[in-house]
């Protein structure tokens, strides 16, 4: 009879142990003899993202419930105490180097970073300001941010990093490791014009929103081109810090919105594409704001099972690694079943033996041979 594993023991077949160790080694973080593996630690959080859990009490309890199914994961015992202190103290790069190596798993060889298209936003999690003291932002109110970049080709966010609330986005997108050549849409939360002179002189592309106070002079005007295009302008800030801060041309793309007819003027370093092609970057933007309700919605990140910043950190950055475990299946089995539909299938099979690609299929288990009823009855005798 044919093995089949767990339909967890599959998914984690996509980290090759040997790997993790060697990151693991590099922190030095089973340091302690005695205390729970780094292994452990991360099984048991991705279960707890995969299999919906709420609670660090529920991740425990129902991990216990399957212990015997733990051999194939290598994985052991995580008491709620134990795996409460390792979520504190274990560095949360150890699964942050997880995620980038996954990520290059899912990377399409081969592209150029002039070809490349980057989306950068943020979004904010809403935290109770008792518990959560480190995260205050605002009168009695406390918060994160995860400032995302995102691929909307691959739909994958390839840089995140994780803030209090307070940090304005275009504080740290200036921390973030860009890619010169490469277009990064955004919207008008990172209006910097000193950060645009930056990225120009890296020959990075960008695509923003313009503010409606902004103050320029006409330099050049194109005959507007393309569906919606209202003006095509090529203009010199001209306020005092901005001629300063950005010395250089720009171009202003006027665009109605079709849906609503709104008007958006959008400001971008791009003197090659069209008008109607930066509008279609700029469209884009709707990836990233559905990856983030996605995720929010799927994975265990709105509430969190800890209170410290670290393990604040290594919840996330675990849930990061469970949005890229199910979308290198989704990739592996080329299968039409969506992402929301897969994240269901997994967490209600989680710990089933099912053939994960069958489970994604919808093809029945077989059905098992029925027992000859004299030998039962001869064994029963």
């Given at each position: 009879?044919?093995?089949?594993?767990?339909?967890?023991?599959?998914?984690?077949?996509?980290?090759?142990?040997?790997?993790?160790?060697?990151?693991?080694?590099?922190?030095?973080?089973?340091?302690?003899?005695?205390?729970?593996?780094?292994?452990?630690?991360?099984?048991?959080?991705?279960?707890?993202?995969?299999?919906?859990?709420?609670?660090?009490?529920?991740?425990?309890?129902?991990?216990?419930?399957?212990?015997?199914?733990?051999?194939?994961?290598?994985?052991?015992?995580?008491?709620?105490?134990?795996?409460?202190?390792?979520?504190?103290?274990?560095?949360?790069?150890?699964?942050?180097?997880?995620?980038?190596?996954?990520?290059?798993?899912?990377?399409?060889?081969?592209?150029?970073?002039?070809?490349?298209?980057?989306?950068?936003?943020?979004?904010?999690?809403?935290?109770?300001?008792?518990?959560?003291?480190?995260?205050?932002?605002?009168?009695?109110?406390?918060?994160?941010?995860?400032?995302?970049?995102?691929?909307?080709?691959?739909?994958?966010?390839?840089?995140?990093?994780?803030?209090?609330?307070?940090?304005?986005?275009?504080?740290?997108?200036?921390?973030?490791?860009?890619?010169?050549?490469?277009?990064?849409?955004?919207?008008?939360?990172?209006?910097?014009?000193?950060?645009?002179?930056?990225?120009?002189?890296?020959?990075?592309?960008?695509?923003?929103?313009?503010?409606?106070?902004?103050?320029?002079?006409?330099?050049e005007e194109r005959i507007p081109t393309g569906e919606g295009v209202l003006k095509d302008e090529v203009i010199r800030l001209s306020s005092a810090k901005s001629k300063t801060d950005?010395?250089?041309?720009?171009?202003?793309?006027?665009?109605?919105?079709?849906?609503?007819?709104?008007?958006?003027?959008?400001?971008?370093?791009?003197?090659?594409?069209?008008?109607?092609?930066?509008?279609?970057?700029?469209?884009?933007?709707?990836?990233?704001?559905?990856?983030?309700?996605?995720?929010?919605?799927?994975?265990?990140?709105k509430r969190l099972v800890g209170q410290s910043e670290n393990a604040v950190r290594t919840q996330i950055i675990i849930a990061m690694i469970a949005y890229l475990l199910l979308k290198?299946?989704?990739?592996?089995?080329?299968?039409?079943?969506?992402?929301?539909?897969?994240?269901?299938?997994?967490?209600?099979?989680?710990?089933?033996?099912?053939?994960?690609?069958?489970?994604?299929?919808?093809?029945?288990?077989?059905?098992?041979?029925?027992?000859?009823?004299?030998?039962?009855?001869?064994?029963?005798?």
């Amino acid at each position: 009879m044919q093995h089949i594993s767990t339909v967890f023991s599959q998914l984690l077949i996509e980290i090759p142990r040997h790997q993790f160790n060697k990151v693991v080694k590099r922190y030095d973080g089973d340091k302690r003899e005695g205390s729970m593996s780094c292994w452990t630690q991360f099984c048991a959080m991705i279960y707890g993202q995969l299999s919906g859990r709420k609670s660090l009490r529920e991740i425990s309890l129902t991990w216990e419930s399957h212990r015997h199914k733990h051999y194939h994961t290598g994985a052991s015992e995580a008491k709620r105490s134990t795996l409460s202190d390792a979520n504190r103290e274990r560095p949360s790069g150890i699964y942050l180097e997880v995620f980038y190596w996954l990520l290059n798993q899912l990377r399409e060889p081969g592209i150029k970073h002039e070809d490349a298209v980057r989306l950068i936003d943020s979004t904010t999690i809403d935290l109770c300001k008792q518990q959560f003291g480190w995260a205050m932002f605002r009168s009695g109110k406390a918060g994160i941010k995860v400032h995302t970049v995102y691929d909307p080709k691959a739909n994958v966010p390839t840089f995140f990093s994780i803030t209090a609330a307070s940090k304005h986005d275009k504080k740290a997108a200036e921390e973030m490791p860009l890619l010169d050549g490469a277009t990064y849409v955004f919207d008008r939360a990172y209006n910097d014009y000193a950060w645009y002179y930056k990225m120009d002189q890296r020959d990075i592309h960008f695509v923003g929103r313009m503010k409606s106070n902004a103050q320029f002079d006409v330099v050049e005007e194109r005959i507007p081109t393309g569906e919606g295009v209202l003006k095509d302008e090529v203009i010199r800030l001209s306020s005092a810090k901005s001629k300063t801060d950005c010395p250089i041309n720009l171009r202003r793309i006027q665009f109605v919105r079709k849906e609503d007819n709104k008007q958006l003027s959008f400001i971008t370093n791009d003197m090659k594409r069209s008008a109607e092609e930066i509008a279609a970057l700029y469209k884009q933007r709707w990836k990233i704001e559905l990856f983030f309700k996605w995720i929010k919605q799927n994975l265990k990140i709105k509430r969190l099972v800890g209170q410290s910043e670290n393990a604040v950190r290594t919840q996330i950055i675990i849930a990061m690694i469970a949005y890229l475990l199910l979308k290198l299946v989704n990739k592996h089995c080329n299968s039409k079943v969506t992402l929301q539909q897969l994240a269901i299938l997994v967490a209600v099979n989680i710990m089933e033996r099912r053939n994960i690609i069958e489970l994604m299929m919808r093809k029945k288990p077989p059905k098992p041979k029925k027992e000859n009823i004299n030998q039962m009855q001869i064994s029963w005798a």
